[in-house]
């Protein structure tokens, strides 16, 4: 399989060298410090060998040849391997594959398969294809043929792992665990965004939940506004004709009533008679109220007659019946102061007394005596008075008389003229009513066409505002919501209902107007989160879905690897004890699980199948449990170099017999072997040839002449190594 090998500028190789690989087993033959580790170190180089320690060299520049006095340093060293993949071993559909490496003073790498760039992982796979792992199990360096026995268990378990074949296991293991921890960014990455969306869509959500509000109360006013504008029109159009009839009626009603106004006004016009009648009236009631006067005088003056005449019978009727009845009252005073003059002047004897009593008896009596002449004189006075008295009261009763008679006559006279007025008034008043009731009903019909006017302004204002609250509806929730035609046959209802539904219309409009309106926008948004939620919500689910395949994937790679690890270490344990006993002349060595008992380990090793594949997950280390003959050997420290080197050998071969790679590079690895051994190593080189391409560098002339072709390695004093070849079954034939 391994066909060839170029090496151009790496370590010791500074100018173009190829071996070719045509026999089963290949020699690599010189002497110490030509350079023949340096072959091995370049497969390891193009195998993706990242350790500067395993190529010997600290840093990727000490790869690159340093230069000598006789040749200057390179800048790049490459290193090219060319398989033959007639089998298809490899997965790429050319019959051969080359891998190149090449790498600069920079310390940059440049990996290529069939000089296609490519990068270190592509390589690691492809060469995992062919049982070709990371572990160079497959390449034992110089002084390394015991480090499979030094190696930690974990390491001990990578190569065997490796050797057997399950790096492809691994590979894909870790290609499903990165792709699971890739998935489980992303899920988390998409659950963050959910997390950031939701709080959004919450607020949209409801949003939402607002507009669909806003369109169920849309559709109610679209409902309600169809009815009512239907019911607003039909009243309108009823009530401007009622109205617009009705004012044509009182237009022509006030038009006969203001031309027969006119006429009756035209006939009722002012000629004068009124104020004659007036003036007469006026006449009679000043002839009437002046014989009213004086007939008033005069029976005043005969009042005052009657009772100066009672007075004056009354005084005769006294003067007769007593004559002292009318004595004055200076008089009775005079009397009375004489008597008490002549009472003051009485003494206290008899005499005087009598002559006072005398004195006061004769003033009296001459007091009498004046007052009855007197009496005589004024009774004749009083008799003439009466006289005259009754004598004015007949004079004054013929003059009443006739004053009576004049005033009947005036009053008579007042009350002709005054049915005369009040017959020529009643004539004008009825002419006035007449005119006034036809003012009233020209006044009202000329009211009626006011209110008539004022009732159709008010119905355009309707049908304006109407309009006006229409287009408002429009706007608020569309056209198209209020084309739909109403019921035209409405039943009559009071105007209260339909102004209650415009209430309700006003109330509903702000409640639309509250919730935000229509908000397409909005919806939009929200269809757009939420179009981008229910794909993240996909996206959540796939992704679920690929982390539990992935996971099943892993589980099933972890089931797989431990079986079939425990299987190949069953075959390897077999061929390690026959390779072992061979080499030793008997005893035993295998390999254990790191921490199980002994006994454990060798029930495990002698049963196992798939229901103990599950203890292998948590893939304890390898130990090596060896018995050398004639020895007690409790640990590999207590064996010697040269039984390392043989336990070494053995396990490697053991291992290359269980799954044999395509190539097995041994440098140096017979070193420690005396001649017995060495012929057995041979044996076990010859019989390995049989399914692994070998490359051994060696001193040993047992192992080269096991080998088909022997390259040798030379070094002059320009440092530089060179190749020589032979091939021995061409010199065979040459020697015959």
Do not use: C, W
């Not at 049982?131 to 034992?140: F, K, L, P, T, Y």
């Not at 239907?230 to 009622?242: M, Q, S, T």
């Not at 003033?363 to 008799?383: G, H, K, M, N």
């Not at 690897?561 to 005893?587: H, P, R, T």
């Amino acid at each position: 399989m391994l066909k060839k090998l170029e090496i151009i500028g790496f370590k010791s190789f500074a100018r173009k060298a190829t071996l070719d690989f045509s026999s089963a087993t290949t020699a690599i033959v010189g002497p110490n410090g030509s350079g023949k580790s340096n072959v091995a170190e370049a497969f390891r180089f193009a195998l993706g060998e990242q350790s500067m320690k395993s190529m010997r060299g600290k840093r990727s520049e000490d790869l690159i040849f340093n230069g000598s006095p006789a040749a200057p340093r390179a800048n790049r060293a490459a290193v090219t391997i060319v398989f033959d993949n007639t089998s298809r071993v490899f997965p790429i559909d050319f019959n051969e594959v080359s891998l190149e490496r090449a790498v600069f003073r920079d310390g940059t790498s440049d990996y290529r398969i069939n000089g296609s760039k490519v990068r270190l992982r592509d390589i690691q796979e492809l060469l995992a294809r062919a049982n070709i792992g990371e572990s160079g199990h497959h390449i034992i360096s110089q002084g390394e043929a015991d480090r499979i026995l030094l190696a930690t268990p974990r390491e001990r378990r990578a190569m065997l792992e490796d050797a057997l074949g399950l790096r492809v296991y691994e590979f894909k293991k870790q290609d499903a665990e990165r792709k699971l921890e890739k998935t489980q960014e992303n899920m988390e990455r998409v659950e963050s965004l959910r997390r950031e969306l939701a709080p959004h869509l919450r607020f949209l959500g409801k949003q939402i939940e607002k507009l669909e509000k806003a369109e169920e109360i849309a559709r109610e006013i679209a409902q309600r506004a169809r009815e009512y504008f239907a019911r607003e029109d039909a009243y309108l159009v009823e009530e401007r004709r009622k109205a617009q009839s009705a004012r044509e009626q009182t237009a022509d009603r006030f038009a006969l009533l203001s031309a027969e106004l006119s006429a009756v006004r035209a006939r009722t016009g002012d000629d004068g008679r009124s104020a004659e009648h007036e003036r007469a009236v006026q006449k009679a009631e000043a002839r009437a109220e002046e014989a009213r006067a004086r007939h008033s005088a005069l029976l005043r003056e005969m009042g005052r007659v009657e009772g100066a005449l009672a007075e004056a019978r009354k005084r005769a009727r006294g003067v007769h019946q007593d004559p002292y009845a009318k004595i004055p009252r200076a008089d009775i005073i005079a009397l009375r102061d004489d008597i008490e003059s002549h009472t003051q002047k009485t003494a206290d004897t008899p005499e005087a007394l009598r002559a006072a009593l005398i004195a006061i008896r004769t003033t009296i009596r001459a007091f009498a005596e004046r007052f009855i002449t007197t009496s005589q004189d004024y009774l004749a006075d009083e008799e003439h008075a009466l006289q005259r008295l009754e004598k004015e009261r007949e004079d004054l009763a013929r003059k009443e008389q006739d004053l009576a008679r004049e005033v009947e006559k005036a009053q008579n006279a007042l009350a002709e003229v005054r049915m005369e007025a009040r017959a020529y008034e009643e004539s004008r008043r009825e002419e006035g009513r007449r005119t006034i009731d036809l003012a009233q009903e020209h006044a009202h019909s000329e009211a009626e066409l006011a209110r008539l006017d004022a009732r159709l302004a008010e119905l355009a204002r309707l049908a304006q505002e109407e309009e006006r609250e229409r287009q408002e509806i429009s706007a608020l929730i569309g056209p198209a919501a209020l084309s739909t035609p109403a019921p035209i046959d409405l039943p009559p209802e009071p105007r209260a209902v339909q102004e209650k539904r415009r209430t309700e219309l006003e109330r509903l409009k702000i409640r639309l107007e509250e919730t935000g309106g229509a908000g397409e926008d909005i919806r939009r948004e929200f269809d757009e989160v939420s179009a981008r939620d229910q794909f993240l919500a996909r996206e959540l689910a796939d992704l679920t879905a690929s982390k539990e395949s992935l996971q099943t994937l892993i589980d099933d790679l972890e089931n797989e690897l431990a079986k079939n690890f425990a299987q190949g270490l069953e075959k390897v344990n077999a061929f390690f004890g026959d390779f072992f006993s061979l080499m030793f002349g008997g005893g035993s060595a295998r390999l254990v699980l790191e921490g199980l008992p002994t006994r454990e380990r060798e029930e495990e090793e002698e049963e196992v199948n798939e229901e103990d594949t599950a203890s292998l997950k948590s893939k304890p280390g390898i130990d090596v449990s060896v018995h050398v003959p004639k020895k007690r050997v409790q640990s590999l420290v207590q064996l010697s170099g040269g039984e390392r080197a043989l336990t070494s050998i053995a396990l490697i071969f053991a291992m290359s017999r269980v799954n044999p790679p395509p190539f097995l590079i041994l440098d140096e690895t017979d070193a420690a072997l005396d001649e017995a051994n060495s012929r057995r190593y041979g044996d076990m080189i010859e019989a390995l040839a049989q399914q692994s391409q070998l490359i051994v560098i060696t001193h040993n002339r047992e192992t080269m002449r096991r080998a088909g072709t022997l390259y040798g390695v030379t070094m002059g004093e320009n440092g530089i190594s060179k190749l020589l070849s032979v091939k021995f079954d061409e010199a065979v034939a040459v020697a015959k």
